[in-house]
């Protein structure tokens, strides 16, 4: 499985050996040596990259790696990355199931279904994603 913290590695490792903005080739085996990933698996994240507008012109084989690095990458990564953007996701359902317990105590009854209803479903996603970081 792919995780925050995995795509972080590459991530990271690709915005301090690579110059963002230029065709660049990979040192591939230093990469899957940093990361301990195999080829598979670094391809699959950077395709992923490639689609959300971090790498253009990806050409990946087994060989050489070449890409462009976009900024959009850098400014990601500063910013804390997959692994913050996760928490940060789980803080704000955190905060969504606080905030449906302070409603449960002051609506009335014919509304208790509905809030005990959304209270669940925030429940179960933050346990879902509790339980990918393990």
Known sequence: MI???IKDEVLKWLCLNLETE???KIDLNGLLKTTNLTFDTLNSVLTYFQRI???EELNARHVAVFLIL???AND???RGGFVEQEEILENN???LLLEIK???KQIGPHHLETANKLSSIASTILGGLTFLHK
């Open 3 to 5: 995780t925050p913290i």
């Open 22 to 24: 230029n065709l660049c």
């Open 53 to 55: 507008g971090f790498i």
């Open 70 to 72: 976009r900024v959009e």
């Open 76 to 78: 990601f990564l500063l």
């Open 93 to 95: 359902i955190r905060k």
């Open 102 to 104: 302070n409603l449960e």
